[in-house]
T-cell receptor, first 112, second 113 residues
């Protein structure tokens, strides 16, 4: 079955620093991959998704992710962190049965 | 445009009481519908999904049930709540293609005392 692993349940960066959130996937079929963000007490919002077009995917709020098949990775990056980026981030893979399999999440803290 | 509603936003219920959480979607037809639970400090657990009216698939055995009486209505229920049912419940909808993202509602915070 398809699955994702997010390395690091907590990541802390300084404002203006690079954000790197790691996601590795396992899939028996060509994967469709997603990154979501969740602010406290809210639902999840889509940041970006990979659907087998360009391997570098740009999303909202300055985030981007690169699909690397050889590394089975789909890491999320942002060149310069902002205080408003503090949230929980989830990587997900679309299962062949259309189920979305989510990672355990990474909580991003941004220090002033 | 499509919107998804969940209510109530927060709920405090005693152990053993019944539960009914409702989710409705507007602006789309024949969506896939999902119920998830987030326990404190944990990821998302898929509870139920539905690909059509009356069609419910359960991911985990538990004392919760789901129903889809109308195309864009999804209800999560329990006859008797347990302490372990506390959590943040999220409803979501998607299209039917594998590459369709899921759109989430605002969630319901349930506390069972």
């Amino acid at each position: 079955a398809q699955s994702v692993t997010q390395l690091g349940s907590h990541v802390s960066v300084s404002e203006g620093a690079l954000v790197l959130l790691r996601c590795n996937y396992s899939s028996s079929v060509p994967p469709y991959l997603f990154w979501y963000v969740q602010y406290p007490n809210q639902g999840l919002q889509l940041l970006l998704k990979y659907t087998s077009a360009a391997t570098l995917v740009k999303g909202i709020n300055g985030f981007e992710a690169e699909f690397k098949k050889s590394e089975t990775s789909f890491h999320l990056t942002k060149p310069s962190a902002h205080m408003s980026d503090a949230a929980e981030y989830f990587c997900a893979v679309s299962d062949k049965n259309n189920d979305m399999r989510f990672g355990a999440g990474t909580r991003l803290t941004v220090k002033p | 445009s499509q919107t998804i509603h969940q209510w109530p936003a927060t709920l405090v219920q005693p152990v053993g009481s019944p539960l009914s959480l409702e989710c409705t979607v507007e602006g789309t037809s024949n969506p896939n519908l999902y119920w998830y639970r987030q326990a404190a400090g944990r990821g998302l657990q898929l509870l139920f999904y539905s690909v059509g009216i009356g069609q419910i698939s359960s991911e985990v055995p538990q004392n919760l049930s789901a129903s889809r009486p109308q195309d864009r209505q999804f209800i999560l229920s329990s006859k008797k709540l347990l302490l372990s049912d506390s959590g943040f419940y999220l409803c979501a909808w998607s299209g039917t293609a594998r590459w369709d993202e899921q759109f989430f509602g605002p969630g319901t915070r349930l506390t069972v005392l």
